[in-house]
């Protein structure tokens, strides 16, 4: 039976809130028109599924039992003082959580069936996700939990909040689908570092959904790490609506996985806000990572500056599609985008597509793309003054990627995106001490 057929009879569409309700069987139908995209979606051309949907996938969650606190350090960030949310096989885990005092924090299972959230259902949540692809709706007609968190008005959080979601592979292959919805209070402030980790060499698809509002003058950044088993994929999408004079940042670091998809889009509804979109990838063997992002420029007076830099090793692929959209009103806005990749073997691929959409006579707008290979001469000299070529090479490699890093706001966050990538070289290099 396929995936599709699968999910058409596990269908249900009946939650304890009307609107939910709603949304869901509206998500599903939409769905089942759609199916999944191919490659014959333009906007899928170069990222087929077809090796995700072949797997038997149990579509409930599941209960592990065997994970603790020593099986999820790995995963988390080493030395850092954050508020932690644990879920294992798409069930919450309080005793690997941390209680969290700062903001409100509601399970999105019980924000569902608390009449106090009502307001926020009907004017948030699925409000920027609602029909944008077939697999926002899938996640929209299925998803049962994930995270609903208020940062209150004027409210700067003391500490990260690590969103960790794990498959923990004492089951069969799982769909698995979470769903955060993040509202920033006007004047506050928040940071957030996400990971989704399979722990057992078991096939896992996640299919994930984020939507976050940040309120005037707010400020948002979030951290995504993606270093997963070779069975594990994921498809991400991630919607981020900015208020006036709002600073909002997202850092994706792709290091592993079957295949990964980034979907992140940016709407700027106010004059004065600053998107920032900066993202690593390094890849090796047949891995694909595929980074979609939208930036629409809605209100005058804003910029957005978008990094990409990639390094591809092996049979591995990888794709950047970057849109940036104009509106007329958005007169003396500055966006920049930049798409830098490295190929460091003849059998691995990029495919690069910037695009601009301008309908605004008053701007300043650049992108760039270039595809390359590492600098022989910088090489050479290197190697000429005793250094040993791997280490020369992941030198080379690192300074590279050094511009989609160094405004990592976390000390300890920073550490250890640059061991993930000294492992990812190979090397047993500290960049952070260079």
Known sequence: MSLQNKLAEAFKGT???VTVENYKKEAFEAFSQKGFPTTKDEEWKYTSLRSILKNEYGIESAQATSVTAETIAPYLVEGLDSYKMVFVDGVFNASLSDTIDEVSVKLLSEAIEDAAYEDIFKNKYNSLAKGKTSLTDLNTAFTNEGVVIEVSKSKVVSKPVELVYLASGETTAMLLQPRNLIIV???????????????ADVATFNNVVTEVFVGQNGIFDLYKIQNDKNDASLVDATFVAQERDTVASVYTFSFGGNITRNNLSFSQNGPGCDSILNGVTILEGDQLVDNHTLVDHKSPDCQSNETYKGIYGGKSTGVFNGKVIVDQAAQRINAYQQNDSVLISDTATINSKPQLEIFADDVKCSHGCTIGQLDKSALFYMQQRGIPK??????????????AIKEVKIPALKRKINQLMADKLGVNIRFDEI
Do not use: P, T, W, Y
């Open 15 to 17: 939650a304890k809130n």
């Open 185 to 199: 209070g006007k004047n506050a402030q928040v940071k957030f570092i996400e990971r989704h980790q399979s722990l």
């Open 390 to 403: 791997v280490e020369a090479e992941a030198l080379l490699m690192f300074a590279f990627c050094s511009d």
